[in-house]
């Protein structure tokens, strides 16, 4: 390929410039901060041509450079900064691709102060050359004259290979896989891959663009992207074997937050930074309420920790126009940020309170977020991880004013595939691993956060990039053979078999989802956007049929995400659909067993009640409507159910009242004492019907419907407590016990967006027509 210079007909016979380590450093040109509040764009702008010349003229061009070597990718950086030196820009990117495919990634959020610039030779008198923001100029200024047309190149034709997740770690995992004749197939529970690429770090700090591009430069390669498939629920790691995959990386991330364990985490404001970032990020809540999905952020906000989530929280505070504060219980020296992140934060008007933490949070009577009581600490003996302890003041309370707060303390590994999956776990709930990468299961490697905990995205990528050499080690002799049954083919999936209104708004629709239809267990539910401008919303999966790939969903039409469902067609397709979501729900045998429920929650309860009925149970389903016209489902449920009970508000099917006023009907006149009970509905209904069963002593579980965003545990909006303790309704339910929901805080959080999804419908009905 010819040079910069080469193309543009420069004279080289004057040879390269003067190297100049004396010079200053450049500084990457910033965008000024009083427009970063004005929207996303990204803050810092690069370098120009000429930074960038000036800046590689800095580098001593050693002998042994240690810079490569701490590079956790081991990028040849003496000679591609050494092609800037003359401007050759595409030469410079293409030694950089030899070891990373992601360029544009890593020089704008991976840590070089850590690792290549904190080995540089010329930092120990002077200023370190500035390596990242030149792998960054490479990256921007010479993608166009390296990138090849898409299916250029040659498809692979090795063995499959499934890697689980779309974040770092797999991403270089499948590059280099590819790279050495495997079929390479990234399975991602989220509509869009990238992992915590897409949904974590905001586009003013890594722009969608960038990261999209250099996604698409892997398929072009051959990597195959199957988004909503949530390895563990939408099918097993066995199954993946079963397949005709010779090979599993698991690549699942720190994708379960850590709460701060403190009272009033469940009020309505506050967040995990993972529902924050995800909000705003993925579902872009930022351009509410053009997008459907909000986020509520007051007037005064504060982010709790002091990593770069924390910096990504509170600085997209800020760009909601919120007063923001960090507070961190170290000092700022022990702030595991970026310093440059932390720079951009305050020069966008963030505060910081250091040796502070937080005690107690407090609301109104409405369950909304008032105010924050804080502790003072101070700094005592280094921990585990070599930083001073922060000990709390005895005394040193105090309280401040808050409207939001963000709790960026951390994840620990998401456990939906270690639950699914009998393999070696260690005690903190990362998956082990030996020296070579790979689990206690044969063929089963794993990398990244969910082996090593939260790290950085380059510690990852080397994770990534290691579990690639291991399993070319494990299967290059091995003999291709071939395996009956089918891989998960990327079919047209989605299309909707049949639809029909069962009741006043209340739909019923049939969808094509062959995976979902062979795993599904009742009790369990979906997670689904209609168009890829809707929100992502929850709903129960009322049956499923493996012989025609089909799954059955019951709705009420009542926002505009539901009204957006209810208006498909039969042959139109959902934009994403992920499950099975959830646990099954209880169905050993208990003898006589009440299925409790009303409104479109009689929809769940159909699969359950057959469930319970199969186990040999006695099932009586005490169900409710406002009127025999708003009667649901009643037919199944009479095959399902040993007997059906309708009460209706006004009399006019069955008994005239409520469920609850059956309940207590049945159980004066009845031989049959219920020995369990399974209540779904309205949530005043199960709050009502769980305080008659605690008075009576019968066992009872309620399956839970909170708000949810993602459904796998990544963001921890769904929380709700039980036992005074916040538990996550899409991993660790949706069904609890009944005597231990605390159901009062349930629907003050299930509340929490009302007006903003009153506006989103208003604006929806007024656009199509609807008065």
Not at 332 to 350: D, F, K, N, S
Not at 480 to 489: C, I, K, M, Q, T
Not at 553 to 582: H, M, N, Y
Not at 584 to 599: E, N, Q
Request: net charge neutral.
């Amino acid at each position: 390929m010819n040079t910069y210079h080469e193309r543009t007909g420069a004279n080289r016979a004057q040879g390269k410039p003067k190297r100049t380590p004396k010079a200053p450093r450049q500084t990457e040109t910033l965008l000024d901060p009083r427009r970063r509040a004005q929207g996303c764009a990204e803050v810092n702008r690069g370098f120009s041509p000429e930074q960038a010349q000036r800046e590689a003229l800095r580098c001593l061009n050693c002998v042994d450079p240690k810079c490569a070597q701490a590079c956790p990718l081991h990028i040849d950086i003496r000679h591609f900064v050494d092609r800037l030196t003359v401007l050759d820009i595409a030469g410079a990117l293409e030694i950089i691709l030899e070891c990373s495919p992601f360029p544009g990634v890593c020089g704008r959020v991976c840590q070089h102060e850590r690792f290549c610039e904190d080995a540089c030779l010329l930092g120990t008198k002077l200023q370190p050359v500035a390596i990242g923001a030149l792998e960054r100029f490479a990256a921007d200024f010479g993608r166009a004259a390296v990138d090849r047309e898409p299916g250029a190149n040659p498809p692979p034709h090795g063995p499959r290979v499934a890697l689980v997740g779309s974040g770092p770690a797999s991403l270089i995992a499948a590059h280099d896989l590819v790279a050495k004749g495997y079929r390479a197939t990234i399975f991602e529970a989220l509509h869009e891959p990238g992992g915590v690429l897409i949904y974590g770090i905001p586009g003013f700090r890594l722009p969608r663009d960038v990261v999209r591009g250099e996604i698409a430069r892997l398929q072009s390669l051959g990597v195959e992207f199957r988004t909503n498939f949530l390895v563990g629920k939408t099918c097993s790691v066995d199954e993946l074997f079963a397949q005709g995959f010779a090979a599993v990386f698991l690549g699942t991330g720190a994708g379960l937050p850590h709460l701060m364990g403190i009272p009033g985490e469940n009020l309505i404001g506050v967040y995990t930074a993972n529902e924050f970032l995800t909000r705003l990020n993925l579902m872009e809540a930022h351009r509410f309420p053009e997008s459907d999905m909000p986020v509520l952020v007051g007037a005064r906000t504060v982010v709790v920790g002091g990593g770069n989530s924390a910096m990504d929280a509170a600085r997209w505070a800020r760009r909601m126009g919120s007063k923001t504060t960090v507070l961190f219980r170290r000092g700022r020296e022990q702030m595991r940020a970026r310093l440059e992140e932390i720079a951009h934060a305050e020069e966008e008007g963030v505060q910081f309170e250091f040796l502070a933490a937080p005690v107690r949070l407090e609301g109104d009577e409405r369950g909304v977020l008032t105010s924050m009581q804080c502790i003072r600490m101070q700094l005592g003996a280094s921990d585990a991880s070599g930083r001073p302890m922060p000990v709390p003041i005895p005394g040193s309370e105090f309280w401040i004013p808050v409207d939001t707060v963000v709790a960026a303390v951390g994840q620990g590994p998401n456990p939906t595939v270690q639950r699914a999956t009998p393999m070696l776990i260690t005690k903190d709930g990362k998956i082990a691993i030996d020296a070579s990468g790979e689990t206690s299961m044969n063929d089963v490697f794993a990398g990244g956060d969910v082996a090593r905990g939260g790290s950085t995205i380059i510690q990852a990528m080397r994770d990534g990039r290691a579990a690639a050499e291991a399993i070319d080690r494990t299967l290059r002799d091995r003999p291709v053979f071939a395996v009956n049954g089918h891989p998960a083919e990327p079919v047209t999936r989605f299309r909707i078999i049949s639809r029909r209104e069962m009741s006043v708004d209340i739909f019923s629709i049939e969808v094509e989802a062959p995976e979902i239809a062979r795993h599904w267990r009742a009790g369990q539910f979906v997670v689904l956007r209609p168009t890829h401008e809707s929100e992502r919303i929850p709903l129960t999966l009322v049956d499923g049929d493996a012989a025609n790939s089909t799954i059955r969903l019951v709705f009420q039409s009542i926002g505009k995400t539901t009204q957006v469902l209810a208006s498909l067609r039969v042959g139109e397709a959902l934009a994403d659909l992920l499950g099975p979501l959830g646990s099954p729900a209880t169905a050993g045998y208990f003898g006589t067993v009440w299925c409790l429920g009303g409104g479109v929650g009689i929809a769940e309860l159909l699969p359950v009640a057959r469930a319970l009925r199969k186990k040999g149970n006695y099932v009586v389903a005490l169900v409710g409507a406002r009127s025999a016209s708003r009667r649901i489902l009643h037919e199944e449920l009479l095959e399902a159910a040993d007997e059906v009970h309708w009460a209706t508000d006004d009399g006019s099917a069955g008994f005239h009242g409520t469920v609850v006023d059956l309940m207590r009907h049945r159980r004066a006149h009845s031989l049959q004492a219920p020995s369990f009970a399974h209540v779904i509905g309205p949530i005043p209904l199960m709050r009502a019907a769980s305080e008659l069963t605690r008075e009576w002593g019968v066992r009872t579980v309620a399956s839970l419907n909170p708000i949810m965003v993602d459904g796998t545990g990544m963001c921890g909006g769904c929380r709700v407590s039980v036992a005074g303790k916040p538990v996550f309704a899409c991993v660790d339910g949706p069904e609890f016990d009944a005597h231990q929901v605390d159901f009062d805080q349930l629907a003050l959080r299930n509340r929490a967006y009302v007006s903003q999804e009153k506006l989103v419908l208003e604006r929806h009905q007024c656009r199509v027509g609807v008065t």
